[in-house]
Structure formats: C-alpha cells, structure tokens
C-alpha cells in the first residue's frame, strides 16, 4: 500500500477516535467505509481508479454528509480519495 495512504488512513482513524460527537452507527460506518480502503487497496495493487467506482462513490457520499458537521474528517476523506486516484 502506497506510505501516503496508509498515513492518511491512520490520520482517519486517530480523528475518528477523537471525534466525541459520532453516534456510534456513524462512527461504525466510517470505521468500516477505512477498513473497506484498506482491504481494497491490498487487494488491488495497479486496478485504475475507474475498476472500483463503488469505493469513490462511498467516500464522496461520505464527505457530503459530514462536510459541514466534521470538517476534519471530511478533509482527510477528501485527501485520502485524491490520493487513491493518484495510485489507481
């Protein structure tokens, strides 16, 4: 997995456990939509960005829920989608 993701996957994670005002069904959707990030990126060493929509559509639906709620959240989401479409 590219160094630069797995920074910002750990930057989500850190963010999430600090973020105090996440229900939990939200903070289980987030924690589950990283682990989906992470499993996919170690499955699918060289796949472009456009053999897995399904995963930007995730993380950009998610980043228009929580931009005005969670900006911290939403900006490492964000930085995480752009870096998967420099690696895909």
Do not use: C, W, Y
Request: no cysteine.
């Amino acid at each position: 997995m590219d160094s630069k993701l797995r920074e910002l996957l750990q930057q989500l994670h850190t963010e999430l456990d600090q973020t105090q005002s996440l229900d939990e069904i939200t903070r289980s959707q987030l924690e589950h939509l990283a682990g989906d990030i992470r499993s996919i990126l170690e499955r699918t060493e060289g796949m472009r960005a456009d053999e897995n929509p399904v995963l930007h559509d995730r993380l950009g639906n998610t980043i228009e829920q929580f931009e005005a709620s969670h900006p911290q959240l939403t900006t490492i989401m964000a930085q995480i989608t752009e870096a998967l479409r420099r690696t895909f």
